[in-house]
T-cell receptor
Framework: DTGVSQDPRHKITKRGQNVTFRCDPI?????LYWYRQTLGQGPEFLTYFQNEAQLEKSRLLSDRFSAERPKGSFSTLEIQRTEQGDSAMYLC?????????????FGSGTQLSVL | AQSVTQPDIHITVSEGASLELRCNYSYGATPYLFWYVQSPGQGLQLLLK??????LVQGIKGFEAEFKRSQSSFNLRKPSVHWSDAAEYFC???????????FGTGTRLLVSP
């Protein structure tokens, strides 16, 4: 169990550029979640996958955001035409649903700064 | 819609003293409730969760929380705080297990010697 890993840890970009983040969940975890955390706030749900299917998306996820999990393993989150308001920590989490014994494991996040 | 309020932004506790972090939630049905801890540069770690049953829940690192439906509260407690407990603590509520958690704004715990 190597934990949930996210890459890169930090990303600095200029407004208008596209960025892509990667999340590698714990192997065999069938659920994968993306959250966003801004300074002084708690994480906010963005979207989640069960295997390769994207089951739900938050209204926070504008059409500039897209997430994929093509083979049900790793996931990518792309932000097109970044804006300063996109600056935040993007957190990935994974879990394996086993009734009420589900445990959600978070990665350390990708810190995005849009200049 | 679900919501979580953590009224204390910062709390300072002396090492060895007891701790209580407050959490109030808003949700129409029986909620799924969680406490997470976040240390600098680290991911969120689950301390404990309440789904049903006994309203006093034991977690890791000596933490416990009590679900009080009448007060819509799920306060986190620890009898004796250690310096390593200094971190940010988040309360969260979910409608169905871990899906779409709604987090509070967090409470930063400072531990004084």
């Amino acid at each position: 169990d190597t934990g949930v890993s996210q890459d890169p840890r930090h990303k600095i970009t200029k407004r208008g550029q596209n960025v892509t983040f990667r999340c590698d969940p714990i192997s065999e975890h069938n659920r994968l979640y993306w959250y966003r955390q801004t300074l002084g706030q708690g994480p906010e749900f963005l979207t989640y996958f069960q295997n390769e299917a994207q089951l739900e998306k938050s209204r926070l996820l504008s059409d500039r955001f897209s997430a994929e999990r093509p083979k049900g393993s790793f996931s990518t989150l792309e932000i097109q035409r970044t804006e300063q308001g996109d600056s935040a920590m993007y957190l990935c989490a994974s879990s394996e649903r086993r009734g009420t014994n589900e445990k959600l494991f978070f990665g350390s996040g990708t810190q995005l700064s849009v200049l | 819609a679900q919501s979580v309020t953590q009224p204390d932004i910062h709390i300072t506790v002396s090492e060895g003293a007891s701790l209580e972090l407050r959490c109030n939630y808003s949700y129409g049905a029986t909620p799924y409730l969680f406490w997470y801890v976040q240390s600098p540069g680290q991911g969120l770690q689950l301390l404990l969760k309440y789904f049903s049953g006994d309203t006093l829940v034991q977690g890791i690192k000596g933490f416990e929380a009590e679900f009080k439906r009448s007060q819509s509260s799920f306060n986190l407690r620890k009898p004796s705080v250690h310096w390593s407990d200094a971190a940010e603590y988040f309360c969260a509520v979910g409608a169905s297990g871990f899906q779409k958690l709604v987090f509070g704004t967090g409470t930063r715990l400072l531990v004084s010697p």
